[in-house]
């Protein structure tokens, strides 16, 4: 197939019903495919070995195969002739991701049509964690600047039966653009903005790190849901305590009475 001319050998195989794109996918993977087989355009010669897709799908896996780099070889490829359209979907979604973390080596989708789903199998798995891993070491304004990227990584591995690896990850911004399991976080259920400055201004506690970033609410995570109210006892153990000065209760309290009820500023007083 490299248009060499060679000995008909036993090394040498046809490959008549594997297509171009699959060969050519080959070749990126850096296999020997085209050097082994006889040049399609060739009908009349066969050493009587003609490997078929099934062939050159093990072929693929077995390069592919927890290798990053060639892995996202195969992520270019998009079965476009699928009769799965929400295959299609999930192949354009995870290129997408990946184009977005390894922009230097995804430079633009190619023709997959004819390859089988089961090509995708197990480099679809190896390929999720990876982006997990990347998506962890996030930090500060990259996760800020992410999050978009993020929710969507979320929404897709909801969508795609992905999402229950996800809840063992640090993959969900708190209110500090820090990434953390979900099972350390909380949903905020309305708390305001001025509350929550408040006892950090005040009371040097941050529940922000606690509560989860309010523009993942949508997911509806299996999370303890939190409310200003529920941070009463922050309230009463500070105006309660020796060590806050008379001036930083001051001030919590006129801060508070803008947002509290009467009532319950009297109660932790």
């Not at 359209?85 to 991701?97: P, S, V």
């Not at 390929?127 to 600047?145: A, D, M, P, R, S």
């Not at 690896?165 to 949903?187: A, G, M, T, V, Y």
Request: overall charge positive; aromatic content about 12%; proline content about 3%.
């Amino acid at each position: 197939m490299d248009l060499e001319f060679v000995k008909l050998t036993n090394n040498i195989s046809s490959s008549e019903n594997v297509p171009d794109n699959m060969i050519n996918c080959l070749a990126s993977l850096g296999s020997e495919w085209k050097k082994n087989h006889i040049n399609k355009n060739i009908k009349n010669f066969t050493t009587g070995t003609d490997h078929n897709i099934d062939y050159a799908v093990s072929a693929i896996l077995n390069i592919a195969n927890n290798n990053l780099n060639k892995s996202l070889i195969l992520m270019q490829y998009i079965p476009y002739n699928e009769e799965d359209k929400k295959f299609i979907e999930k192949r354009n979604d995870l290129f997408e991701f990946c184009s977005i973390i390894w922009k230097d080596i995804l430079l633009e989708k190619k023709d997959g049509s004819n390859f089988p789903k089961e090509l995708w199998e197990r480099i679809d798995d190896f390929i999720i964690l990876k982006i997990i891993e990347n998506i962890q070491n996030f930090e500060g304004t990259k996760v800020k600047h992410n999050r978009d990227f993020i929710k969507n990584f979320l929404i897709f591995s909801y969508q795609k039966e992905y999402y229950t690896k996800c809840l063992n990850f640090r993959l969900f911004p708190n209110q500090k653009h820090k990434l953390d399991k979900i099972s350390n976080l909380c949903e905020d259920v309305n708390i305001p903005d001025e509350f929550k400055n408040c006892l950090n201004d005040c009371f040097q506690v941050d529940i922000r790190n606690d509560l989860l970033d309010r523009r993942f609410n949508f997911l509806n995570l299996p999370i303890l849901k939190k409310r200003m109210f529920d941070y009463n006892y922050i309230l009463k153990d500070n105006f309660n305590s020796f060590i806050i000065s008379t001036y930083q209760k001051e001030e919590a309290a006129k801060r508070l009475l803008k947002i509290l009820p009467k009532k319950m500023i009297k109660k932790n007083k």
